[in-house]
């Protein structure tokens, strides 16, 4: 079996100003750097964590930094755990595109599963490129642990899988919070993904918690 201790990234400047970030990288805000530091004491504390891998967006890679720093081990960058390329809302902010894209924006919000960012990827298509990628390392790495810092539709994603749903049922699954950890585990020889604790917030004083569910 494999531990996998998924990480959302911390408050962004998108976050913060309510724009659609996608695959441009946004910095965390200060409280998204502080909101990392609690996830990384909190994890070293209760987890002993094998590899590191990270979205290759500077948000998800800032917010595995302070674990890398107390464990010592280097963060793996992929693209694979990146958010879903939001083709031409990227960087926009949210209200303008609900006006401009009435009808897709809605699809986002109301639709989710079946949503297709203008431009951009599918939910779908998030979905085909994460799940296999999460199982393919856990099963290279079977009885580690791996720490693995990303964004909220990639982790809505492998929880999706991990109730042994398709993407068809994306809606149903909630989004986490900025820096909410949420723990699974694989299993090799039945290649399934299978949910320990979703959405774990208790590392963070009740001010520091942010509830923005994009990018």
């Known amino acids: 079996m494999t531990r996998l201790i998924f990480i959302r990234h911390g408050q962004s400047v ?7 970030a996608g695959q441009t990288n946004v910095p965390l805000t200060e409280l998204g750097q502080a909101q990392a530091k609690c996830a990384a004491e909190y994890i070293v504390k209760r987890e002993k964590i094998d590899k590191i891998y990270s979205s290759d967006l500077q948000r998800a890679h800032n917010t595995a930094l302070p674990t890398s720093i107390l464990t010592g081990l280097p963060i793996n960058d992929v693209k694979e755990l990146r958010e879903i390329c939001a083709g031409v809302w ?17 699809a ?13 990827e599918s939910v779908e298509e998030v979905y085909n490129r994460v799940v296999p990628f999460v199982k393919q390392i856990a099963k290279e790495n079977d009885g580690l642990t791996l720490l693995l810092a990303s964004h909220a539709s990639p982790i809505r994603a492998v929880d999706c899988n991990s109730r042994g749903w398709g993407y068809e049922k994306m809606s149903d699954v909630p989004f986490v919070k900025n820096s909410a950890i949420s723990i699974f585990e694989y ?3 039945t290649d399934t993904l299978s949910p320990i604790e979703r959405n774990i917030t208790e590392h963070l004083d009740p001010a520091m918690i942010s ?5």
């Open 211 to 215: 509830n923005i569910p994009k990018g």
């Open 108 to 120: 986002w919000r109301h639709d989710y599963a079946h949503a297709r960012l203008p431009g951009g």
């Open 14 to 20: 998108a976050n913060e100003q309510n724009r659609f």
């Open 187 to 189: 299993d090799p020889a």
């Open 90 to 106: 990227e960087g926009r902010l949210a209200n303008e595109i609900e006006v401009e894209f009435e009808k897709e924006f809605y």
